[in-house]
């Protein structure tokens, strides 16, 4: 099924509540019919963000702005040097996991084009990765469904400062790292990256 799709790229960073509002509309227009699907490609400033689990105690450290995301999950770190797609689709077929996992191997063909093997965890969300004989997230997932269309999305660490995770228990998971592109010493142009996400998103959500 070919979608009557947007695609977005933000090239300045976004500041977090003009995006939530962003995706707000769109969805509605979605829902509505007046507005087509769409992928929105950002970059924030840095800012932690929490969602309907989280749990106050993760949050280590007030260095950046908190806000509350209206999406599942739990504390998250974006911030310059990292990927985020915003995904604004209708759920076709109406299946939440199949949805999630369709987003899941879009990340993980993303990874492999660079070399890197991405893979799926039971029981933990997001796309880890071994990083120096340990598992460590490389990309992180948080959505929300409404009337069957999706907001929110995917977060993939291309080169950020490392260092920001540590005001945060990144996803209330305390017992694995968190890691990127740059960690694994894998030197990727930003354009090249979005052109196969995008790539990626279009071939996996079409079959």
């Known amino acids: 099924m070919q979608r009557n799709l947007d695609i977005i790229k933000s090239n300045e960073l976004v500041s977090y509540p003009a995006a939530l509002e962003f995706m707000e509309q769109r969805v509605e227009g979605i829902i509505e019919g007046s ?12 800012l932690y963000t929490f969602g309907t689990s989280a749990k106050q105690e993760d949050l280590l450290t007030k260095e950046f702005p908190v806000y509350e995301a209206r999406r599942g999950g739990e504390f998250t770190y974006h911030g310059p ?19 999630v996992w ?32 340990r598992e460590a997230k ?18 993939i660490n291309l080169n950020p400062d490392m260092s920001h995770f540590k005001g945060i228990v990144p996803c209330g998971i305390s017992e694995y790292g968190v ?17 196969i996400l995008v790539d990626k998103f279009i071939e996996i959500f079409e079959k």
């Open 138 to 155: 490389i990309a992180a997932i948080g959505i929300r469904v409404r009337k069957w269309v999706s907001f929110h999305g995917i977060s």
């Open 179 to 195: 890691t990127s592109f740059e960690n694994l010493l894998v030197d990727v142009d930003e354009e090249e990256f979005d052109g």
């Open 35 to 46: 507005k087509r699907e769409c992928l929105w490609l950002v970059q924030h400033e840095p």
């Open 102 to 133: 369709r987003l899941e191997e879009v990340i993980i063909q993303t990874l492999a084009h660079f070399g890197i093997i991405g893979e799926r965890r039971e029981g933990r969300v997001g796309i880890w990765v071994i990083d120096g004989g």
């Open 81 to 99: 040097g990292q990927r985020i797609v915003y995904v604004m689709l209708k759920l076709e077929p109406k299946d939440v996991r199949k949805f």
